[in-house]
T-cell receptor, first 109, second 117 residues
């Protein structure tokens, strides 16, 4: 079956750095997405990786290793507004998105 | 603002009733997706339409149905509602091709919060 694993919850301190991991087992791979979702709101697109390596976008970076079935989202200089759920999703060989359950990140002052 | 619109924003109804949720995709997007998200749960993919045709089905109950119209808006019909159907229902759209958005990422509407009493 297809599976995406993320930690359920994480806590970090304002101003610090946090890494959210995602491992996947899917039938085929056509890209990995990270989305941010604040409570009660719609998910918003953060990043996309299809090749191995690091993609940097401001305070957020996303890394992919296809051979290991592994990705992480790195958030730097954490702000209180970064408190949200972070969803990892993989596009499989049928171009369908398989979603992880999300990681709820809490930022403490 | 993602450009995806959903109506209504909130819906309160009783068990056994039927409701229709409406979604208008971003301009130019051909694919529409429906998701269900129960409280503190992950996104559950229900169904996808592409240019009027059903493209993929997820964990959609037989009591639920959807369609995409020629103007590309979509409706999700939920019938014989149960308490457990209370959730946020999101619609998302994507271009369906890589021509104008190489990632072909999904953009989500604000959701419809359904409460079944």
């Amino acid at each position: 079956g297809q599976n995406i694993d993320q930690p359920t919850e994480m806590t970090a301190t304002e101003g610090a750095i946090v890494q959210i991991n995602c491992t996947y087992q899917t039938s085929g791979f056509n890209g990995l997405f990270w989305y941010q979702q604040h409570a009660g709101e719609a998910p918003t697109f953060l990043s996309y990786n299809v090749l191995d390596g690091l993609e940097e976008k401001g305070r957020f970076s996303s890394f992919l290793s296809r051979s290991k079935g592994y990705s992480y989202l790195l958030l730097k200089e954490l702000q209180m507004k970064d408190s949200a759920s972070y969803l990892c999703a993989v596009r499989d060989s049928n171009y369908q998105l398989i979603w992880g359950a999300g990681t709820k990140l809490s930022i403490k002052p | 603002d993602s450009g995806v619109t959903q109506t209504p924003k909130h819906l309160i109804t009783a068990t056994g009733q039927r409701v229709t949720l409406r979604c208008s995709p971003r301009s130019g997007d051909l694919s529409v997706y429906w998701y269900q998200q129960s409280l503190d749960q992950g996104l559950q993919f229900l169904i996808q339409y592409y240019n009027g045709e059903e493209r993929a089905k997820g964990n959609i109950l037989e009591r639920f149905s959807a369609q995409q119209f020629p103007d590309l808006h979509s409706e999700l019909n939920l019938s014989s509602l149960e308490l457990g159907d209370s959730a946020l229902y999101f619609c998302a759209s994507s271009s369906g091709t890589s021509n104008n958005r190489p990632y072909n990422e999904q953009f989500f509407g604000p959701g419809t919060r359904l409460t079944v009493l």
